[in-house]
């Protein structure tokens, strides 16, 4: 089975070296640039899209899938590299789950130790514990949310769905697939065979200026699935108290002197309002 890999890259140089040479088993591999990287552009061996402007996760792999020519798409973070055996273990349960739209193998961070990748849905979340302590499963799994680190989908389930929502800049994202897919009748599996690794936050290079649009788009684009999937009174209901306990706290920390929570909180506060507003998601430069 031939499969097409897609990496949407943004200042990513410092991670990008690991991540393709994790692609050996790949038939083809496109990579979506959101800001220009000519080192990049003159590496044999990828399909390279320069984008005129950033367009954001989702955008990014929509131009990508639309570019691939196989009908499996691995989906890769450029901060994730794959172990040697995943993709054949993907590939494997692939058959031996005809109703799975999409798969990714189990996720290890920088220490070896499972990092956290599967959950309930967004919104089922709410009426359970914070902290539920749940058992990490000895095999494969289906859940309703598994994280966008790395994804294999079927081309078929992503254009049955509409692929990735082009209103969301970045953040839950891979929440609203994966909510799609399982509407859409597809089963999402966690293939424990499979491993790969994730560095977590590494995708671009960090600056205060990306982690004020991160901290701004993770507000707008939790806002947005909520008006989306629950209605606009769902999504006041939640934005107001947010957008004010948000706004307290930020005033706290800089009272108290914290800088770094302090531009965390206002910059949510900001994102929040933001949507209240009616403002599209913010796009970085």
Known sequence: MAVSAVIVVYKSSAVIEACLQGL???????????HADDALAQRPGIRYIRNTRNEGYGRGNNIGVAAAKHDLILLVNP????????????????NEYPEAGLLMPEILNTEGKVEASHDAGLFHKRSMPRRRGDPEPEGDLCADFLSGAVQLIRRS???????????????FDDDDLCLRLRRAGYALVRVKAAKAR????????????????KDWNFAWSRLYLERKFNGAAAAWSQGLPLLLR???KGLLYTLTGNRQKAARDLAQ?????????????????
């Open 157 to 171: 389930a992503f254009e049955a769905v509409g692929g990735f929502d082009p209103n969301i800049f970045m953040y």
């Open 79 to 94: 901060d994730a590299v794959l172990e040697p055996d995943a993709l054949p273990a993907l590939l494997l349960a692939l």
């Open 246 to 248: 948000r706004y307290a």
């Open 198 to 213: 994730h560095i977590g936050g590494g995708s671009s290079a960090p600056s205060a200026e990306v982690q004020r649009l």
């Open 269 to 285: 506060a900001s994102g929040h309002y933001a949507f209240l507003c009616g403002k599209p998601a913010q796009p970085r430069n």
């Open 24 to 34: 050996a088993g790949v038939d083809e591999v496109v990579v979506v640039d959101n």
